[in-house]
């Protein structure tokens, strides 16, 4: 009976994350849905092991065997993820780099979200505290922006105090890969190569093991990290689907 109610309370917690989390942020991201998606097959999993328990049915031995093996293998890799990305959102970037590259998020508008305005406030924390750091703002123009994520950051850094000279807008990218791409490019002009510069990359807390590891793929050598928080009602869901998205980009090698 301990699996039915195991699989059951799986189900109950899942499915009510899901209705909080669209009752208090709204569905704008689609991956809230895996919580009812998980919540529901959790649920009628429960079921199923009940009724199979009640009437004495068993599965063949081979069978169960391989599913257990599938299940601790998925379940170790999860955790190993799990562990690089928490235990990279933990670490304290190195002391007066060169560059800050703060990785660009929406923007609504012409106003940043609160994802990105906490990334500019660790970037702008962190200035304050290494006066010699410049900053590199990185973010295109995407679906909803009247303005590049580059130019809605630079003018919520300017309008904090930071002075003009210490930020460099990188407003091409799309995604993580160009952020990085184009920061390259933009040291390259200020006559820094990325191999020889320090290097602190600021991004949500959730986000930094696989920023730093993106960021290595464009040859910066020394690179740390600072993290943002994470409001706690939304840790769940970003912490789980940044696992995915770990476990994916390193079977394609891209980590």
Not at 4 to 15: A, D, E, Q
């Amino acid at each position: 009976m301990a699996l039915p109610i195991i699989l059951w309370s799986v189900g109950i917690f899942s499915s009510t994350y899901f209705i909080f989390y669209a009752s208090v942020i709204g569905l704008r991201n689609v991956f809230a849905y895996f919580f009812l998606i998980f919540g529901i097959l959790s649920i009628v999993l429960g079921i199923v092991a009940f009724y199979m328990h009640t009437n004495n049915i068993y599965l063949p031995k081979t069978l169960k065997y391989i599913l257990i093996f599938l299940l601790c293998i998925s379940f170790v890799t999860f955790d190993i993820a799990e562990y690089m990305i928490i235990s990279n959102s933990v670490k304290k970037p190195e002391a007066n780099a060169d560059y800050c590259i703060i990785l660009g998020a929406s923007v609504r508008g012409t106003v940043v979200s609160h994802n990105l305005m906490t990334r500019l406030d660790k970037g702008i924390d962190y200035l304050n505290n290494n006066p010699d750091t410049k900053a590199i703002v990185t973010g295109g123009q995407g679906y909803g922006e009247d303005i590049t994520e580059a130019k809605a950051m630079t003018d919520y850094m300017l309008s904090k105090g930071i002075s003009p000279d210490r930020i460099i807008a990188e407003d091409q990218a799309t995604d993580t890969y160009e952020n990085f791409k184009y920061s390259v490019e933009k040291m390259k002009e200020d006559g820094v190569e990325a191999e020889d510069a320090n290097v602190v990359v600021i991004t949500n807390d959730f986000h930094t093991f696989r920023a730093k590891r993106l960021a290595m793929k464009y040859n910066f050598k020394n690179v740390s990290t600072a993290g943002s928080y994470t409001h706690w009602h939304t840790i769940p869901l970003n912490y789980i689907r940044e696992g995915f998205a770990v476990i994916y980009y390193a079977l394609r090698g891209r980590l």
